[in-house]
């Protein structure tokens, strides 16, 4: 039996680096129905649900989900572990892909092969899953001492829900709780953890969206592609390598360290 896989997509407005960030417009459409739109055609998810907060700057979100048909759950700004946790609750997930809605690139097939990976490989395809799943936890990018292969921008993490509620009610540092699964694996020995790495390593390139440069090279992507948005990540690889001017767009753009939490985040005892 296939446990049920259920993809949680985190979005706010108050970005402090690109205020409004996504739903802002990329190639046509705002940036968060990219994300879901490419999210929704990984093949081993049941369900994507957009996570966003209870503040009133946020109905815009929920409204935008409304009109697309989204599935939307709203729950606390700063504490995003307890948002991901009562949304894992609420649509019964077995399995929790925790991604964000500044990643337009994101990519359908590897999120596949991240969720196939982790319930045990090929078998997981089939719907033939062995319990307990041989890892705790799963990404395709970890900070140091783990060394990121694939592009900032592709990221997505994947654990039982057993293995979020523990974190749910053990993490207590304000890391913790705004960026929902530190507690999984900061700690060696804590949880069984797999990291998927890619060779060669391509973690230097950014194709994420948090700074007016990087909505740049958003745009400038889609827009080689038509503005649609059914191209891989490869696609988007050997369209910069072709065009290494694409890349110097953001290049000198600076990827906050996951210990970096905003200010108003509050310590958990």
Excluded at 2 to 24: E, F, G, M, N, Y
Excluded at 80 to 93: G, K, S, T
Aim: glycine share 4%; aromatic share 10%; with cysteine.
């Amino acid at each position: 039996m296939h446990p049920r896989t259920v993809a949680i997509i985190q979005a706010r407005r108050t970005s402090t680096r690109l205020p409004d960030k996504v739903l802002l417009d990329i190639g046509g459409k705002p940036m968060l129905t990219r994300v879901v739109e490419r999210t929704r055609r990984a093949r081993l998810l049941d369900e994507v649900v957009v996570a966003t907060s209870t503040e009133a700057v946020d109905t815009g979100i929920e409204i935008l989900c409304r009109e697309r048909g989204y599935p939307c759950f709203r729950g606390s700004l700063q504490d995003v572990l307890d948002r991901y946790y009562q949304a894992a609750c609420l649509y019964q997930a077995q399995v929790i892909v925790r991604l964000t809605a500044d990643c337009p690139m994101i990519d359908p097939g590897l999120i596949d092969e991240l969720v196939e990976q982790y319930l045990g490989g090929v078998d997981a395809v089939e719907g033939k899953v062995d319990f307990p799943f041989p890892y705790d936890f799963a990404a395709n990018r970890l900070p140091p001492p783990w060394h990121r292969t694939y592009p900032i921008g592709l990221d997505a993490e994947v654990c039982s829900f057993q293995a979020l509620e523990r974190a749910w009610k053990e993490g207590s540092l304000p890391q913790h709780r705004e960026h929902v699964m530190p507690y999984l694996y900061e700690e060696a020995g804590r949880f069984r953890v797999l990291v998927l790495n890619h060779d060669p390593d391509y973690g230097n390139m950014r194709w994420t969206v948090d700074t007016p440069a990087d909505l740049e090279f958003a745009r400038e992507i889609y827009a080689r592609f038509d503005d649609k948005d059914d191209f891989t990540w490869l696609d988007v690889l050997s369209l910069v390598q072709r065009e290494p001017q694409l890349a110097e767009i953001n290049a000198q753009m600076h990827q906050k360290d996951y210990r970096e939490t905003d200010r108003r985040s509050r310590h958990r005892t």
